[in-house]
């Protein structure tokens, strides 16, 4: 099994409908981590958490909310899906090494959500 | 203008040849520079990362990071068909309250045709 599961890998929706994007991890890590990747824009960070009870803002936050259930679970919604959201997405989850290291990220296999 | 900037591509070389993948940044408060390898309907994966000016090797994989100029390299030799895939470039913080958080470059997309 992957260390990172996404869930749904496909998803095709309709303006307006609320979506959410699911991701479990079975490497202990605390940190999680939502980016969106299109083309010729590479990957930017939507949202991330360092633990349970911490919730963060990414660079392009607007438009989609997240949710930390457990340490290894964190889903990403969009509430009203527009065709601007229309991406690539990939959860990551990385290990805290005490702020002295650097963070390298595990990533999910990708959700593809296509928004008409 | 972007914090990092790479080079989209697309890139075609033939098997065996050297390649040279490129990323250069404007935030000089990055102090570690990561190299990540993504196969199509795959996500990103860690290639290498080095903190420190001056070139990292593994392999037909060596990392060079010059600070004065804020330039970054990758540089393949010997590449296979196997290296075809996406190239990301990222940079982050040792510590401080952005610790945690990679900057990535747009990716290069590499085909090595044999």
């Known amino acids: 099994d992957a260390d990172v599961t996404q869930t749904p890998r496909n998803r095709i929706t309709k303006t307006g409908k609320r979506i959410m994007l699911e991701c479990s991890q079975t490497?202990?890590?605390?940190?999680m981590y939502w980016y969106r990747q299109d083309p010729g824009l590479g990957l930017r960070l939507i949202y991330y958490?360092?633990?349970?009870?911490?919730?963060n803002k990414g660079e392009i936050s607007d438009g989609y909310s997240v949710s930390r259930q457990a340490q290894a679970k964190f889903s990403l919604s969009l509430e009203s899906a527009i065709p601007n959201q229309t991406a690539l997405y990939f959860c990551?989850?990385?290990?805290?090494?005490?702020?002295?290291?650097?963070?390298?990220?595990?990533f999910g296999a990708g959700s593809r959500l296509t928004v008409l | 203008q972007k914090e990092v900037e790479q080079d989209p591509g697309p890139l075609s070389v033939p098997e065996g040849a050297i390649v040279s993948l490129n990323c250069t940044y404007s935030n000089s408060a990055f102090q570690y520079f990561m190299w990540y390898r993504q196969y199509s309907r795959k996500g990103p994966e860690l290639l290498m990362y080095?903190?420190?000016?001056g070139n990292k090797e593994d392999g037909r994989f060596t990392a060079q990071v010059d600070k004065s100029s804020k330039y970054i390299s990758l540089f393949i030799r010997d590449s296979q068909p196997s290296d075809s895939a996406t190239y990301l470039c990222?940079?982050?913080?040792?510590?401080?309250?952005?610790?945690?958080?990679?900057?990535f470059g747009q990716g290069t997309i590499l085909t090595v045709h044999p």
């Open positions: 990222a940079m982050g913080y040792a510590g401080g309250t952005s610790y945690g958080k990679l900057t």
């Open positions: 990551a989850t990385s290990e805290r090494t005490g702020g002295s290291g650097a963070n390298v990220l595990t």
């Open positions: 958490s360092f633990d349970v009870k911490d919730i």
């Open positions: 080095t903190y420190s000016s």
């Open positions: 490497k202990g890590h605390d940190r």
